[in-house]
């Protein structure tokens, strides 16, 4: 798993517009939540350099592209959008204005050399290690007008050498991601992550306090700690012990005004006791957790190295729901890894169903080069993946609508974020991550309040302010 890598639905973003900076950046990110923090993050080290967010690529003097390798054809996909962004690089040339082209992200540390050479007209490849870097990758790029490539894993970690953000990286000012993990030790036979992000590494205790006291100052409500493997967390603490995600959640929960704490993407393996307390323990803790298991078969399971069974995955579901009795889980799955057999994937329909999950991302096997499985025999025909793919979407989806139905009726706490899409509505988010759309007044905007849910939408719910229901 990864992250949000793990799982979640692609997101692409443009930086929102700005008036007149002195120099325009434009950023595009593609993948996981954790790309979305790191963007926001280059737009941190680069302001003191003067440059400011702008709204479209041909208003900037210097592009990102933020790239997501995990699935699919990553590559081409990059390649096919660095020849629009040529386009533009040579019309503002033309014009006199010089536009730098930096490529970072995943598919940047994997196929660097490959883009300077099919790309000349890329400035800068980066790595996700080695964003710190990048005032001087700019200096040296507008200097020597040569290309620059930094995607070796620096010495140095590079949160220590980033500026503290401007603003929290949010959607709107009361949601934000904080990255307190990194990298991945665990090699499982299809990911690219490990060699991608590099070795497992976790952030200090207090850097990571420092940021979240600050983003709840700013206002934030709901933060979510990323990592591609968040829950093997093990940041150095004040005292020099080592700490786990346990206790980095407890002390978090000692922030006053901040009532939502959520973390992805979890392994299997590292969800220990003292995690599962936190779990009972702590009502800021969300009672909705992303548990990539990926296959329900156990050959599978050992032929993916995942280092767990299926029945140990149910065991950790029924732990967690002993804990936390409103507990909803998501997932990832990929059908058609090397080997999977019928019978195999009968059994992750079986693991499914056994579970039941609010909501899950399910892929097809695609083979990451490098990686132990695109070299396996046995791979799984493409018909043959479609026909699980969709046999599995079709449960995961009866689930998912299922789960959202159990809350009709029922009265949640939902932290508004933003005006709604119909005039005179608000629109937030429930514990569990759902949209939740209300009639009501802005001026409840990052407020969270009671809301009795009357319908269920295809992904969103409806509902009703509780005070409403209550004076009706
Ligand atoms: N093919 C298909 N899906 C993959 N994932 C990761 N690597 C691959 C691959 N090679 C999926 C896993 C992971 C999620 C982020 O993406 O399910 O948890
Ligand atoms: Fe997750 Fe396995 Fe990839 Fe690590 S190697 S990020 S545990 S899927």
């Known amino acids: 798993m990864g992250q949000r890598h793990s799982g979640a639905p692609a997101i692409m973003t443009g930086t929102p517009a700005n008036t007149s900076p002195a120099r325009g950046l434009h950023v595009i990110t593609w993948g996981c939540q954790m790309n979305v923090y790191d963007s926001a993050r280059m737009g941190d080290v680069l302001r003191p350099l003067g440059y400011q967010p702008v709204a479209t690529p041909d208003a900037a003097d210097m592009i990102i592209l933020n790239t997501c390798h995990i699935r699919d054809k990553a590559a081409e996909k990059v390649f096919s959008e660095l020849g629009r ?3 533009i690089k040579e019309a503002r040339e033309t014009a006199g204005q010089q536009t730098i082209i930096a490529v970072a992200g995943c598919v940047a540390q994997a196929e660097g050399q490959e883009i ?5 007209y890329v400035d800068i490849v980066l790595g996700p290690q080695t964003y710190h870097r990048l005032p001087e990758m700019v200096a040296r790029a507008a200097r020597a007008g040569g290309a620059v490539i930094e995607t070796d894993f620096p010495a140095e970690q590079k949160f220590d050498f980033l500026p503290e953000a401007e603003a929290p990286q949010t959607a709107g000012n009361y949601t934000a991601f904080l990255t307190i993990q990194e990298g ?9 992550v490990p060699y991608t992000r590099g070795a497992e590494s976790s952030r200090p205790v207090l850097s990571v306090l420092a940021e979240a006291r600050r983003m709840v100052e700013s206002g934030v409500k709901d933060i979510s700690l990323l990592g591609q493997n968040v829950n093997a967390y093990h940041g150095e603490g004040p005292d020099g012990s080592t700490w786990g995600l346990a206790q980095l959640a407890y002390e978090l929960a000692k922030l006053p005004g901040l009532s939502r704490i959520r973390y992805m993407t979890s392994h299997p393996r ?7 307390a936190a779990h009972r323990d702590l009502p ?3 009672p909705f957790l ?3 298991v990926q296959a329900g078969s156990d050959r599978i399971l050992r032929a993916m190295n995942r280092g767990h069974t299926a029945d140990e995955y149910r065991d950790i579901v029924r732990r967690l729901r002993e804990a936390r009795p409103d507990l909803a889980l998501s997932s990832d799955f990929i059908v058609g890894h090397p ?7 009968e059994a992750t329909m079986h693991l499914v169903r056994d579970v039941g999950f609010a909501l899950a991302y399910s892929f097809k096997y695609s083979p990451r080069p490098g990686t132990p499985a695109a070299g396996a025999g046995m791979q799984v025909p493409e018909d043959v993946k479609d026909a699980r793919l969709q ?3 079709a449960l995961l989806r009866e689930q998912q609508d299922a789960f959202n139905a159990t809350l009709v009726g029922k009265t949640i706490p939902v932290l508004f974020t933003s005006e709604g899409r119909k005039p005179g509505q608000i629109a937030g988010r429930s514990p569990w991550l759902q949209p939740v759309h209300v009639s009501g007044p802005k001026h409840l905007i990052g407020k969270e309040l009671p809301v009795r849910i009357v319908e269920r939408l295809t992904n969103s719910l409806s509902g009703v302010l509780e005070e409403e229901c209550v004076s009706a």
């Open 85 to 87: 962004l040529r386009k």
């Open 116 to 120: 300077l050479a099919r790309a000349p």
């Open 184 to 192: 991945c030790d665990k090699f499982c036979s299809f990911c690219v």
């Open 270 to 276: 590292d969800m220990d006791d003292a995690l599962i």
């Open 284 to 286: 800021q803790l969300m």
């Open 290 to 292: 992303h548990l990539p």
């Open 339 to 345: 080997g999977e057999t019928d019978e195999d994937f």
């Open 391 to 393: 046999a599995l979407q």
